[in-house]
């Protein structure tokens, strides 16, 4: 079954803690994306992938980083999280670098920082 | 960059009724404009999308018109069904091959009423 996967699905931490979420998509998809959503501010991007070994940030990076040493994988880590970094998180793949194929998301991660 | 405004933010509508979504965007080149519903506890999966050179697409019961001029594009949902419910939410991307990230819009959370 194609699918992205995320781990862990939820998650309650404490400020400072390093923490990796881990994103697996099995659709050898070129593209892979972090999206963060909070209460009426819809999903804004953090990083992206165009392939291996190629990431750029996204519209709120600030906090994140990110490292694409496989295809199929796309892990988020928080340094040193703080409470404004609680949200639900998604990881999202699609095939190719054409904005206008469809992008897959996955079941998303509850990040509680305390 | 791109703003996507999404109204309204709620919607009930009895069942059997029509539903219609509404958004605009502020870049004229965007050209690639998905609607995802959102269940809960689930990722955001796309419903239906429609590029800038069609104006109106159509699956059963769903369609989105997309009016370019006015930069603004609609989902329409008719003989609405309790399953039905969910958030929806709107997007917008350029595809020229650089990010090309969704922007989305910040969701309309809908409930079907039996």
């Known amino acids: 079954e194609a699918q992205v996967t995320q781990n862990p699905r939820y998650l309650i931490t404490v400020t400072g803690k390093k923490l990796t979420v881990t994103c697996s998509q099995n659709?050898?998809?070129?593209?892979m994306s972090w999206y963060r959503q909070d209460p009426g501010l819809g999903l804004r991007q953090i990083y992206y992938?165009?392939?291996?070994?190629?990431?750029d940030k996204g519209d709120v990076p600030e906090g994140y980083k990110v490292s694409r040493k496989e295809k199929r994988n796309f892990p988020l880590i928080l340094e040193s999280p703080s409470p404004n970094q609680t949200s639900l998180y998604f990881c999202a793949s699609r095939d190719g670098v054409g904005g206008s194929d469809t992008q897959y998301f996955g079941p998303g991660t509850r990040l509680t920082v305390l | 960059g791109e703003n996507v405004e999404q109204h309204p933010s709620t919607l009930s509508v009895q069942e059997g009724d029509s539903a219609v979504i509404k958004c605009t965007y502020s870049?004229?080149?965007?050209?690639?404009f998905p609607w995802y519903k959102q269940e809960l506890g689930k990722g955001p999966q796309l419903i239906i999308d429609?590029?800038?050179?069609?104006g109106e697409k159509k699956d059963q019961r769903i369609a989105v018109t997309l009016n370019k001029t006015a930069k603004h594009f609609s989902l329409h949902i008719t003989e609405t069904q309790p399953e039905d419910s969910a958030v929806y939410f709107c997007a917008a991307s350029l595809a020229n091959f650089g990010n090309e990230k969704l922007t989305f819009g910040t969701g309309t959370r809908l409930t079907i009423i039996p």
């Open positions: 429609i590029r800038s050179n069609v």
């Open positions: 659709m050898n998809h070129e593209y």
């Open positions: 992938s165009m392939n291996v070994e190629v990431t």
């Open positions: 870049d004229s080149a965007s050209n690639y």
